[in-house]
């Protein structure tokens, strides 16, 4: 079945969902698709909040340079500039489509504080922030007429002219344009085509590649996967941020503890009860994210340690309650009361700071295909993510984007090549589905311990050669069996493992979030790594192209 539409949106965070409401808005018909609900996603389990601003003792300068530092030598300060300043009408635009962030008594901003910061300046809503902006931006496009939501469908492949049979244009060629995408319907089993000049990727992140993860299970790289196999340039995956407090449980659940907590006060400490962050960095327990997971897996491994704790103790329990209720219930639902005990804590895999290549308006440089949000590379990020910068990005990128995409319909004159259907070829249904979780346990596994927080040279090499048999054995099973959600998160995983681990070895220091241990310096500096695919023209049919 062929579906027509001007816009494909895929993914239903704040970035896609932002930016289908401005395009929508315009006239333009928009197929928003999404392979769980349209609630699920990175966004909805944000919980400190978004970046902008607003007190009287902040201004632009402090938060541009709150961001360099916190980046590493590698952030790019125009784009640092361009979407800090654009931050108070973002802003502006998320109350206007109902999101209530929490105030004082006196009605003016509530704001938090953050690792990383040297202002107050967070915006949340609670620690709830995600949802509550989720929430509002889902009710905003269901009552756009002019947006389509297909939930439960898995992006496969975007299709590009480059790609179809018989093509002779090349990923580079001026005229090599989006032609749409395919996508499993779940509740079917049947690959629809949809046939659109735009597609956005606004698919969220990486954390699933990982053992231990914050992110949802829907965090399975779809987008930068796809993006990179219609030959977009993916760079800095090497800088993978593990949020240093995840709730530490017995069952492997990581809940996470927002870095907010320790804005308000909280202090880490080893299981003697020493506090030990003032040894790593001079703002002790607000210092950025890469040191103090550092940190923390440095006390683990020195003491043998499972886990440190995170003490907030002694803060009235009303007060805690009101200001973290998500994370005071989660807390008591595992019998820690964060007045009175300590929450034992540990890092996990929580944000990808690299991802497709991008410019300020999403454009990825294949005529057609936009990327925003956390599968986006803007520079902004630089080597290391300040805490609650990239829902600002997501909305200041996704407003670019759809004046981009706008400019970009508005040029186009020939009409949208047809595109063939889906074609199974010889493939029959799976009887060896163990292949697919055993594959997957190993590959999140192989990364856990080979391309955490801490890495080598030689864990490196490790890591590619067995993602290299594992992504083998998972490409026999592509082209031999139906495709299936199982199969296609697993493929893009496996894709995305190697990729992080291809940037990883191309920095050869130690910068960031990438601590390698051969090279514990800074180096000359390599403001990007780069990978991008080459493939011949008139890619192989059946299973995808």
Partial sequence: MTRHYDVIVVGSGIAGLSFALKVASSGRRVALITKKT?????????????????????????HVRDTLAAGDGLCDEAVTR????????RIAELVAWGVEFSRKGDGSWDLGMEGGHTRRRILHAKDMTGKVIESALVASVAASANIEVFEHEVAIDVITRSRLPGSTLGPDDADNAVLGLYALDTRTGRVET???PVVLLATGGVGQVYRFTTNPDIATGDGIAMAYRAGATISNLEFVQFHPTALYTLDGERALISEAVRGEGAVLRDLSGRAFMADYHPQADLAPRDVVARA?????????????WLDITGRPEEELSKRFPHIFETCLRRGVNMAHDMIPVVPAAHYLCGGVRTSLAGETGIPGLYACGEVACTGLHGANRLASNSLLEAVVVSHNASL???????SRTEPLDDVPDWVDGDVSDSDERVILSHNRDELRSTMWDYVGIVRTARRLRRAKTRIGTISREIDEYYWNFKVEPALLELRNLAQVADLIVECAMQRRESRGLHCLLDHPGHGETKYSTLVR????????????L
């Fill in 533 to 544: 695919r080459t493939f011949q023209p008139g890619a192989k049919g059946g299973n995808s």
């Fill in 38 to 62: 349209s609630a699920d996603s990175n966004t909805n389990y944000a919980q400190g909040g978004i970046c902008c601003v607003t007190g009287k003792d902040d201004d632009f300068e402090s």
């Fill in 194 to 196: 949809f046939r659109s």
């Fill in 404 to 410: 981009s995409v706008g400019e970009y319909l508005a």
């Fill in 82 to 89: 361009a979407i800090v300043s654009a931050a108070p009408e």
């Fill in 296 to 308: 923390i897996d440095s006390e683990m491994k020195k003491s043998g340690a499972p886990h440190v």
